[in-house]
């Protein structure tokens, strides 16, 4: 089976046109997503047909959204388990006594 990688800059959002959660490349491939976000800046970006990140054969619809929210890359549907170590910091080791 042959994947076909589209995006270089993947965005997960909400779009100002209809509300609804897409996933896209931004139009502007040296826009600093996270700044121009900040600080209220217009965010153009190419929709993808699906709208999970995990849809790697997901190819562009060449319509044209603008950002309204930007969301985590992930829905949490699609990370169902987050798993995490509690010695994973110097402090905390120190407490558990296992430095």
């Not at 829905?75 to 110097?90: A, F, Q, S, W």
Request: with cysteine.
């Amino acid at each position: 089976m042959s994947v076909n990688l589209y995006w270089e800059r993947a965005v997960r959002f909400l779009a100002a046109e209809d509300d609804a959660i897409h996933v896209g490349q931004p139009v502007d491939a040296e826009l600093d997503i996270g700044l121009a976000y900040a600080e209220g800046k217009e965010i153009k970006v190419d929709s993808f047909a699906s709208t999970s990140l995990l849809d790697l054969a997901s190819s562009p619809t060449g319509k044209i959204l603008t950002v309204k929210t930007l969301l985590p890359p992930l829905d949490k549907t699609e990370v169902p388990d987050v798993r995490c170590i509690g010695l994973n910091y110097r402090k905390h080791a120190d407490e558990a006594g296992a430095s």
